[in-house]
């Protein structure tokens, strides 16, 4: 059997972690701009595009999860970080902007 090179996980499923005060390290990997209209409290804003970068600054063992507009840019980057030997990443399964419809309405979408 394959071991599970990272996870998805749902909207609901990190409201849960939230409210539980167990939310892992959140990265947002959306540009600067898409920042400033919103995003998760506490989440720290990484860039997609100079995850070469700033990989080489996080803690391979500790639990990540990475999250975008729609999804598709944490799922690249979840990728990378487990090529790299990242045992503990995840990505927010539909993004921001289902966080948004599926968890917390006062999220704004754009």
Known sequence: MAEEL?????PEQLRALLEQGRAPRMIDVRDPEEYALGHLPGAELHPA??????SRTLDPDQEILLY???????????MHLSAIGFKKASH???G???YSLLAD???RRY
């Open 105 to 107: 309405p006062g999220i």
């Open 68 to 78: 975008c507009h729609h999804g598709i840019r944490s799922l690249h980057a979840a």
């Open 92 to 94: 927010l399964r539909g």
């Open 6 to 10: 990272f996870r998805d996980v749902t």
């Open 96 to 98: 921001l902007d289902a």
């Open 49 to 54: 595009d100079q995850i070469a970068d700033w």
